[in-house]
């Protein structure tokens, strides 16, 4: 499922003629500890970015943006994928140029509901614009089928 949200986010990049960002396994990691945490306390909450920015791990990184997404049951990929583009603070950070890598962590609870966080970078040596903040338009959304990977 992460790597189908990871994979969704560089095709609506692509259409907008912006360029990909690379998957990062530390990012992944704080995605899919932060997913697991969500599911634990049940709150769907933003981390303190400035904290997890000063991690050991994230030592090559200048800035992150985070996404987060719950629902109460099994959904595709696709579901969170679309949820974050039609909203303008999501969306901002899946198209925003300055970002250069992304790591996507899923947490399919045992009560099924689904906990899922996007976690993008920018690198010390982003040969990247600034990170702009910036909402784009929601059309045309390059993925808009709420298909894809699940939790099995």
Known sequence: MARDIFDRVND????????PVEWNGALAGVARSWSEQ????????HQDMREVLGREELAGFTGLGENIFTASGPVPAGVAHVGWMRSDDHRGNV??????RLGVGVFCAPDGSVWAAQEFGRTVDADRPPVAGKTPPVEPIARPAEDGATCS
Not at 12 to 19: N, S
Not at 38 to 45: K, N, P
Request: charged share 40%; glycine share 14%.
């Open 38 to 45: 969500m599911a634990g306390t049940g709150q769907l909450e």
């Open 95 to 100: 198209l925003d140029p300055g970002w250069d």
């Open 12 to 19: 609506e990049r692509r259409a907008r003629d912006l360029e």
